[in-house]
T-cell receptor, first 115, second 112 residues
């Protein structure tokens, strides 16, 4: 079956530091890849997505590139802010021959940014 | 357009009690689902529905029931709560044929 593995957290950074959160996946088909973000006390919000190999998703200064050769979708940001403190989830959506498919999540990575 | 709404936001139950977590969406999405979020385990699918009158089990369905009488609503029922059901529950919806799900704000449930 499909699976998503994220780097262990928590990750603690100082403001303006560079961020990388690693994500690798296992899938039998041609999945879409997502990063969701969960701010404290809130639900999940879609941060960015990529639907095919070599696509780059980007939003709010974050970006991630769909790498089929390494089965990876690492999240990066050049300069983090305190407001980026949240839990980040990598996820994979596989249609599986249906119109609704299945969304598989990684375990989540807690990011804390200090001033 | 309120998106996906969930009630209540917080709930404390005693072991053996029953309750219903409410979920509604106003986007006319065919697909709705329930997840539970536990530390270090990401989100796991409990039940899902591809349309009114159609439901199916996800990865962790035991102890939960669902029904889908309308397109808008997808309640999750705990018949006899257990401490192992202490978790944060998220409802989500999406349009058929698309890949992006929209999540509600979550319900934090504690079972004593």
């Amino acid at each position: 079956g499909n699976s998503v593995t994220q780097m262990e957290g928590p990750v603690t950074l100082s403001e303006e530091a560079f961020l990388t959160i690693n994500c690798t996946y296992t899938a039998t088909g041609y999945p879409s890849l997502f990063w969701y973000v969960q701010y404290p006390g809130e639900g999940l919000q879609l941060l960015l997505k990529a639907t095919k190999a070599d696509d780059k998703g980007s939003n709010k200064g974050f970006e991630a590139t769909y790498r089929k050769e390494t089965t990876s979708f690492h999240l990066e940001k050049g300069s983090v802010q305190v407001s980026d403190s949240a839990v980040y989830f990598c996820a994979l959506w596989d249609a599986g021959g249906t119109s609704y498919g299945k969304l598989t999540f990684g375990q989540g990575t807690i990011l804390t940014v200090h001033p | 357009n309120a998106g996906v709404t969930q009630t209540p936001k917080f709930q404390v139950l005693k072991t053996g009690q029953s309750m219903t977590l409410q979920c509604a969406q106003d986007m006319n999405h065919e697909y709705m689902s329930w997840y539970r979020q536990d530390p270090g385990m990401g989100l796991r699918l409990i039940h899902y529905s591809v349309g009114a009158g159609i439901t199916d089990q996800g990865e962790v369905p035991n102890g939960y029931n669902v029904s889908r009488s309308t397109t808008e609503d997808f309640p999750l029922r705990l018949l006899s709560a257990a401490p192992s059901q202490t978790s944060v529950y998220f409802c989500a919806s999406k349009r058929g044929g698309t890949d992006t799900q929209y999540f509600g704000p979550g319900t934090r449930l504690t079972v004593l």
